[in-house]
């Protein structure tokens, strides 16, 4: 078949199918990289794409709104005034407020938001999608729909019972159908950053039942409303602000800082930033490869080539032929890197789809993706010829037909600093040889760092994710148990918490929605007053240190403080959103770096103060024995002034359950990513000096050494590589970890950058590890050298 | 000098030479697709203590197969080599090295200098590993080249490349020299010199060697010259009188 194949052929093109077959453990460890980048670019641009266009007609097919708020209660009379604002399009009431949940087999109450639907009103923003059951029945009292992440999480369905606490009344509801919508495409707890689907969820209820509930009947207390075209957002926000204050609004939001759309949002650039630097790694590596295999191929044919130059074979036809080799070199791995691309994208869709919820997340790989990947190899491939292909179509054939002559090396640097006397001949040798080509050993040393640097990353995302656990769970949320009041409630509170069973201590706190201003800039912000002498709940910087509260003056998060532009001594206007909305200057006394979230704290007297408000409560951290849990959480289920109840052991084990996991997964792929560059570079740089000096290695082998030996004159080249890619892996790493750190939005999580010794330790270790197995899979070929040969032969 | 007066000379002279190599019954074919080349048939011979051994032959007549296999690289397909008291051609992988390492030394047709080493460097890596070497500035003396020590391959000529190759397989003091071809690549006049390095080598050093030619002109400075032809071997003659390497032309 072959044979009768090759016919078919011209004589240069057979060579062209001959050279490949005979280098083919070089392309194939070059077209591994190619694999591996095409793949990795495949799955995250068509996982991005398919993400993006999933987000984007599940938000135009369900409505969903463009600016956002919440008030404390308007009469529907003054949704035609919201409409009217100018650049207002549709204006969508509801009723939302979260409830308790009482779930039979979970021991602490969930918490639940419940939102109002309102069919009748004809304009539905953020409509619903039912994925299970079916709609609301029409005036039916006790049906709710509950969402999809909730419902798996807890297991359950259309037709099963409910029993919430709504506005301090327990009512049992009925699972009418399992629902999914825009505004909760990310299922979280508003403040929390990662997903706790068994306990928190959201219930949507008829307008007409909810509004009973709350007695909000022709009132809402929460608008969203989308923009007509060419309307401007700031001046809506700031008009519906006004129509709203007297109604105690807490201040609109657009659609960017809505909470689901800011964390899709966020994914999708984190998405795009890796599908463009991580395939940018890989293909850089395959021009490298291609680079040194081919400058190696035009130099064993240099007489060839002069050949055919004499025998009338144009520049032309021949810089061709070394083109049309690098291209066909990484041909097989584009098209490998597709197939593998489409399914580790379609793995990848499948993990989002957890996180996630969409109507419809089909993984398709666009045309577009695959034209884009055929075109990014090949120009990688053609980057990686172009020297060589120069030197080639250069080359004056009289010249190339005469034997090249004996490589030249001279006294450098060793030499004249006499430091050469310490080293044997072998490391002479070696390092000889890397100096005659420092470029090729710079970018060699820079290939292999750079599969260090992935796994540093990769690990890196470990000592980050360990460190905000230990700073979170260890040192800031030391409570068992937080509680969180639908009302604020008096200080004497606290001794009624105290005397619940199984509470040994209380730490009260106030907490309420401010906006605080300085200069041109505002931000909207949680105030939370703190009891001095607290040990529950503890401010700590990134550095793990403790933050007192001042007794006067607002402590503000590094993140917040630098949005407002404000800094350590300046005052700032917090205007407080709820109650008698008093507004007060206040001096910054601290700013501290935080991981989590847009912190602003006080001292809670001096917050009482700035509220003119007696010593009221707005929630409570509790330490609880472990033995009267239980007990305690059947009471708070049944307190109707408790609105949440928190539990960061829970937080913790859900947050290594879903996000553990998918980093674990993540990093297994970067590992194996990795390997295939360490194998690939040092393979290749392995095989390439096999090729130079073999003839020496063999000359060797006559005058008595081992092959052990020339086994480490060998690959000792590729062992000082391995070890500089070390320091400069790790730099790299460090750098990329950095930039990754300032691309995620930092009002969400400020990732802190710690690295431990285990990562430097585990990147180096396994790029090593790879690169011994290649190179050990290159001696090998040792036992092949042709001792008689080398005596007869000049090369 | 005077310990370097050819005290198996004299061995060889009294009638009892002593065989550092011995052959006996040896043969190699190869096998090319279905062709069987006979590259040896059925050759015996002998290498004395501190002789200088010419083989002489056409091209393809098996002399380098020959010296491959008294010299370790290679071999037979039947018959025996004997170095000293040790059977070759029963040895392994292993054993065949050590012997190289420990007793042969080899200059080939095309030097084979490391390029990345310098002169001295080149013969350095040679005595690291060797048992009983002499120092490598003294073996680059010897060939003539104590002026050159610190050039690189590159910078010297073929001439003084293969005297480098000559002082590289000197210096561990080898048991036996085994040159294959040493002027093949080399001018008259070059030639000549290598020749002769060559020559004061085995007189001052008493080390055994052979020297495989096709250059029938080399042999007059031969203790012993051996014609092979076709695989076998045709003549074996001693030198009444022997030629200086400055004495022969060609």
């Not at chain 2, 010297?156 to 293969?162: A, R, T, V």
């Not at chain 2, 080598?201 to 400075?221: F, K, P």
Request: aromatic share 8%; hydrophobic share 45%.
């Amino acid at each position: 078949m072959v044979k009768q194949r090759l016919k078919l052929l011209s004589p240069l093109n057979k060579k062209l199918v001959r050279d490949i077959n005979h280098l083919r453990g070089q392309v194939f460890a070059t077209a591994l990289v190619v694999a591996c980048g095409v793949a990795s670019f495949v799955a995250m641009q068509a996982t991005y794409d398919s993400l993006l266009l999933s987000r984007d007609t599940y938000y135009s097919l369900y409505r969903f709104a463009d600016v956002f708020s919440s008030v404390k209660r308007a009469p529907d009379s003054i949704r035609e005034d919201i409409r009217k604002i100018p650049g207002v399009s549709e204006v969508q009431t509801r009723v939302v407020s979260n409830v308790t949940i009482d779930l039979p087999d979970l021991p602490e109450p969930a918490q639940g938001r419940l939102v109002s639907v309102d069919r009748s009103s004809g304009s539905i923003l953020n409509g619903l999608y039912v994925q299970r059951g079916r709609e609301l029945t029409e005036g039916a009292r006790d049906e709710v729909l509950i969402s999809g992440a909730f419902a798996e999480a807890n297991g359950l369905n259309p037709g099963d019972s409910l029993n919430v606490v709504i506005n301090g009344r327990w009512r049992r509801l009925t699972i009418a159908g399992i629902a999914l919508s825009p505004e909760y495409i990310y299922e979280i707890r508003p403040g929390s950053i990662f997903p706790d689907n068994r306990r928190f969820g959201i219930l949507w209820m008829s307008r007409r039942s909810a509004a009973a509930a709350f007695d909000m009947e022709n009132a809402f207390n929460d608008v969203s409303l989308t923009l007509a075209p060419g309307a401007n957002e700031a001046d809506v926000i700031e008009k519906l602000d006004d129509v709203l204050e007297t109604y105690g609004g807490t201040g609109a939001i657009g659609r960017t800082d809505q909470y689901s759309h800011r964390f899709v949002s966020n994914e999708l650039s984190e998405l795009e930033v890796f599908g463009t630097f991580i395939p940018a790694i890989f293909l850089g590596v395959v021009a490298f490869l291609l680079h040194l295999i081919l400058s190696r191929l035009v130099g064993i044919e240099r007489e060839q080539i002069g050949l055919l130059k004499a025998f009338g074979y144009s520049n032309r036809t021949i810089g061709l032929h070394y083109l049309k080799l690098a291209v066909l070199a990484i041909v097989g791995g584009v098209i490998i890197g597709i197939a593998l691309g489409a399914w580790l994208g379609s793995g990848m869709t499948a993990l989002y789809a957890d996180f996630f919820r969409f109507p419809i997340l089909e993984f398709t790989v666009p045309f577009s993706v695959i034209v884009w990947a055929f075109a990014i190899s090949f120009a990688a491939a053609a980057v990686g010829a172009v020297s060589s292909v120069r030197r080639a179509v250069t080359t004056r054939p009289a010249e190339a037909m005469r034997p090249e002559p004996p490589a030249d090396f001279q006294a450098g640097f060793l030499e004249r600093s006499g430091l050469n006397k310490m080293f044997s001949a072998e490391v002479r040798m070696i390092a000889r040889n890397l100096a005659r080509h420092p470029l090729k050993a710079l970018l060699s040393i820079v290939g292999i760092s750079l599969s260090v640097a992935l796994l540093f990353i990769g690990f890196y995302f470990y000592d980050a994710i360990n460190r905000l656990i230990e700073i979170q769970f260890n040192r800031v949320q030391l409570e068992d148990v937080e509680v969180t009041f639908n009302e604020p409630m008096p200080s004497e509170t606290r001794y009624e918490l105290l005397n619940l069973p199984g509470v040994n201590r209380v730490e009260t706190y106030r907490a309420v929605p401010v906006k605080l201003r300085f200069g041109s800039h505002s931000r909207r912000a949680g105030l939370v007053g703190m009891e001095q002498g607290g040990r529950l709940r503890n401010i700590v910087d990134k550095n793990l240190r403790d933050v007192r509260i001042p007794n006067e003056g607002i402590v503000l998060s590094t993140t917040l403080a630098e949005s407002l532009g404000a800094a350590e001594g300046d005052e700032v206007t917090v205007e407080v959103t709820e109650g008698s909305r008093p507004v007060a200057k206040v001096s910054v006394a601290d700013t501290v770096e935080e991981a989590i979230g847009l912190g602003v704290y006080m001292d809670s007297d001096a917050l009482h103060r700035l509220l003119k408000e007696s010593d009221v409560v707005s929630g409570a951290y509790l330490e609880v024995d472990d033995k009267y849990a239980e007990e305690l959480y059947e009471t708070l289920k049944n307190t109707p002034a408790v609105a949440g109840v928190g539990r960061p052991q829970a937080a913790l084990d859900s947050f290594n359950e879903t996000v553990g996991q998918t980093i674990g997964t993540s990093t297994a792929f970067l590992i194996g990513f990795a390997c295939v560059i360490a194998f690939g570079v040092v393979y290749n740089g392995a095989r390439i000096a096999l090729s130079e000096r073999g003839r020496e290695l063999a000359s060797l082998r006559v005058l008595g050494f081992t092959r052990r030996e020339i086994g480490v004159i060998l690959l000792g080249e590729q062992a000082i590589l391995t070890g500089w890619a070390a320091p400069v892996g790790w730099a790299i790493g460090f750098v990329l970890c950095f930039a990754i750190t300032r691309a995620i939005d930092a009002e969400i999580i400020r990732l802190p950058l710690v690295i431990s010794t285990a990562t430097f330790v585990y990147s180096f270790l396994i790029v090593a590890f790879a690169a011994l197995l290649s190179g050990l899979l290159v001696a090998w070929r040792l036992r092949n050298l042709d001792l008689i040969e080398v005596l007869k032969t000049r090369e | 000098m005077d310990a370097i007066t050819d005290p198996a000379r004299t061995t060889e002279k009294t009638g009892n030479p002593v065989a550092v190599l011995q052959a006996r019954g040896l043969s190699k074919v190869y096998h090319m697709g279905e062709v069987d080349v006979h590259a040896l048939r059925e050759v015996d011979l002998d290498l004395f203590e501190g002789e200088l051994a010419v083989l002489l032959g056409a091209s393809g007549s098996g002399k380098s197969t020959l010296l491959n296999i008294i010299g370790g690289l290679d071999t037979p397909t039947s018959g025996t080599v004997t170095f000293r008291d040790h059977i070759l051609t029963e040895a392994d992988d292993v054993a065949l090295t050590e012997y190289r390492r420990d007793h042969v030394g080899f200059v080939f047709q095309f030097y084979n200098l490391i390029p990345s080493l310098t002169a001295l460097e080149n013969v350095q890596l040679i005595t690291e590993i060797a048992v009983d070497p002499m120092d490598p500035a003294e073996a680059l003396k010897l060939v003539g080249l104590g002026d050159r020590l610190h050039h690189f391959p590159a910078q010297l000529s073929g001439g003084e490349q293969q005297r480098v190759a000559i002082a590289r397989a000197v210096a561990k003091q080898p048991d036996v020299l085994l040159c294959d071809e040493p002027t093949g690549a080399l001018d008259y006049k070059t030639g000549k010199i290598v020749l002769e390095v060559i020559e004061r080598v085995n007189r001052e050093l008493n080390t055994t060697t052979a020297v495989i030619t096709h250059n029938e002109a080399i042999s007059r400075m031969a203790d012993r010259v051996i014609r092979i032809g076709s695989g076998r071997i045709v003549s074996i003659e001693a030198n009444e009188e022997k030629a200086s390497p400055g004495e022969l032309s060609w």
